[in-house]
């Protein structure tokens, strides 16, 4: 696995739409990322480019719940562990 840091900014938080599983901070943090044209964001995973679903972590997760029932959020970093098959087809950048 490698391991991919996201950085939640405060343009993900302004431009985010809640309730959006792809227009969504996390969701846009993980495109700009994972370089990915769309993901779709679940309270759990995220499902990357049809067939695969990376679980979210903990922080992750409550800050969906937060965000998505209008609680005041801030910018965050956390970590996703992407399969190494992707990384070696990819252009996926590593921490």
């Known amino acids: 696995m490698t391991k991919v840091k996201?950085?939640?900014t405060q343009e993900h938080i302004n431009y985010g739409r809640r309730g959006s599983c792809h227009d969504c901070p996390i969701a846009l943090a993980v495109c700009a990322a994972?370089?990915?044209?769309r993901v779709r964001v679940t309270p759990g995973f995220i499902d990357y480019k049809r067939y695969l679903d990376i679980p979210l972590p903990a922080e992750a997760q409550l800050f969906i719940t937060r965000f998505d029932a209008e609680v005041s959020v801030k910018p965050f970093e956390f970590e996703l562990e992407i399969p190494e098959f992707l990384d070696n087809h990819e252009t996926i950048p590593k921490i």
């Open 6 to 8: 996201i950085s939640v």
């Open 34 to 37: 994972l370089r990915a044209g």
